[in-house]
């Protein structure tokens, strides 16, 4: 009888254990599915080019983020041409910058004689217009982010934005201690520097922001002046 007992809570352990092997296995494939499943799943987007949020598929925006400029060196309005598509840049002179979005109804104003002309593509630097473009003629410095709205504008951004709106947005101060240094160099005597800085200035109130840059480069067409500088020169 005894031996009988025994056999018969050996065969019910037995049972318990494959049972709790069984549903250990299912939980464990069921993980893992669910880990896969996250894995290939695409994370929402918010942007807030339109003054809300929005799904960045909802919205005709094309975004560069402060890692895409510093990874590909995007530092002005000539680079982002090449990044936005159908965006294109007239750049003659420091004071003279034209910004074209083609495709939306032949609208733009690219050319070379139109400083006294509104420009067709409003561009905003932390939410302030900037009245000529040439105003961000130069290479930019700390951003964090630059978004291009194609189409008009009109009614979020006020005029001058018929063909588009590009957003410009600079980085924000941080309560972690920042410090950020960079110094490149090229042919023509080129040589630039950056540097910004962050940090509280009260603890978990008050942050604040300092960068700045200067870039020098020698002009390209020589001047046979004696002593005069080559034209096309470039500091700032």
Known sequence: MNTKKFYMNSAALLACAGLMLGA?????????????????RIEEVQVFARKRSENVQQVPVTVLTS????????????NFQFKFPAFSV???????????IRGIRGIGNNGFNTDGIDGSVG??????????????????????????????????????TT??????NT????????????????SYAYQQYKFSAS?????????????GYYSNMAGTYPNIYPGGADANARQG
Not at 24 to 40: C, F, N, Q
Not at 171 to 186: D, H, I, Q, V
């Open 24 to 40: 250990s296995a299912a939980r464990a494939a069921e993980v893992a599915e669910t880990a896969v499943a996250d894995t290939g």
């Open 67 to 78: 890692q895409q400029m510093a990874r590909q060196n995007l530092v002005s309005f000539t």
């Open 90 to 100: 007239y750049l003659t002179n420091p004071k003279q910058l034209n910004l074209g």
């Open 123 to 160: 561009v905003f630097v932390d939410g302030v217009y900037t009245g000529r473009p040439g105003m961000v003629s130069g290479d930019f410095n700390d951003i964090e982010q630059v978004d291009l709205l194609r189409g008009p504008q009109g009614t979020l951004f006020g005029k001058n």
């Open 163 to 168: 063909a588009g709106a590009v957003i410009i």
């Open 171 to 186: 980085r924000k101060p941080s309560f972690t201690p920042e410090l950020n240094l960079e110094a490149s160099g090229g």
């Open 199 to 211: 940090g509280p200035v009260i603890a978990d109130k008050v942050a604040v922001r300092l960068s």
